[in-house]
């Protein structure tokens, strides 16, 4: 079950943040192979004095946190950031405009259901 922490500068429409963060998960669900039910996202919008963001970046830069359980190759990192920009590309964020962070914290690390992600069946492989 990834996390995904998205950071935008205010002033979205609410069309235009629901097409965000429908190009992340979909980019997940097709690069990283989650199922397409496993879906754990937060939106915050800042003003501008509150969301600094790198010289020669537009008002659209995005900042993507991924928060997501060890194990995947690094091919499939690779394939899942390609992915995530040429989505958000798609829907005129270019890939200029956007960062992404892949954190994977240990699975003992992650508490789901009351337990430790290591002692839990995900349903789905993390070695891809």
């Given at each position: ?34 199922p397409k039910h ?91």
């Amino acid at each position: 079950m990834p996390k995904v922490k998205i950071d935008i500068r205010r002033g979205r429409t609410g069309e235009e943040k629901q097409q965000i963060m429908d190009a992340i998960h979909d980019a997940m669900v097709e690069s990283i192979k989650i199922p397409k039910h496993d879906r754990l996202q937060i939106l915050h919008e800042h003003d501008a004095d509150q969301f600094m963001i790198p010289e020669g970046k537009s008002e659209r830069f995005t900042l993507v946190e991924i928060s997501m359980y060890p194990g995947r190759s690094i091919e499939t990192k690779r394939l899942l950031l390609k992915t995530i920009a040429k989505k958000l590309e798609e829907i005129g964020i270019q890939a200029h405009d956007t960062m992404v962070i892949l954190n994977e914290p240990p699975l003992d690390h992650w508490g789901v259901d009351g337990k430790p992600a290591s002692e839990m069946q995900f349903g789905y492989r993390l070695d891809v």
